[in-house]
């Protein structure tokens, strides 16, 4: 069963989806009374489903005129995903940082969900059987190797 935080995900991907200029603005309020629930809910699914790692970034103004723009950033369908890697994944990279960017290809329709769970279980197989100063520099190499041999195969349709 969903969360109310997921339904809120899946409107807001909607509204940015139904707009040519990938970016809505809305009203925290507004939504909060659409779903019922606290602003602080609206809040929360912002700051951790609209991430720039997932390709958003997240305008704020609080107060009675307030509002928020959500921009999606270069992730429409097509999008070359190599360069998306390359600008996301540095030397280390963390474990949500690692989950927001396999998310993102999935949004950019270039990692299908069985390639995403392949990744996914790759890139933290290992995690906490190293020294943990090591993790975020395996992570990254992990995440770079297996998304480039994943995008580069041929597709099967």
């Known amino acids: 069963m969903a969360s109310l935080s997921d339904y ?11 707009v040519p200029d990938e970016w809505v603005e809305i009203r925290r309020r507004d939504l909060a009374e659409r779903f019922r629930c606290a602003p602080s809910q609206i809040s929360y699914v912002l700051t951790t489903r609209f ?7 997240v305008e704020s103004r609080r107060g009675g005129a307030g509002y928020i723009r959500i921009f999606r950033l270069g992730a429409a369908p097509g999008s070359d ?11 280390a990279v963390d474990r949500k940082a690692a989950d927001d ?7 950019m329709g270039a990692l299908s969900p069985q390639d995403a769970a392949f990744v996914r279980a790759a890139v933290h197989a ?20 297996t998304l480039l041999f994943v995008l ?6």
């Open 8 to 18: 809120i995900e899946s409107y807001l991907k909607l509204l940015l989806s139904s």
């Open 51 to 57: 991430t720039i790692e997932r390709g958003y970034v």
């Open 81 to 91: 995903a190599l360069e998306v890697v390359r600008e996301a994944v540095g030397d």
């Open 101 to 107: 960017l396999i998310v993102r290809l999935v949004d």
């Open 126 to 145: 290992d995690d906490g059987d190293r020294r943990p100063e090591l993790d975020g520099i395996v992570r990254a190499r992990v995440l770079k190797a």
């Open 152 to 157: 580069t195969q041929p597709t099967t349709e």
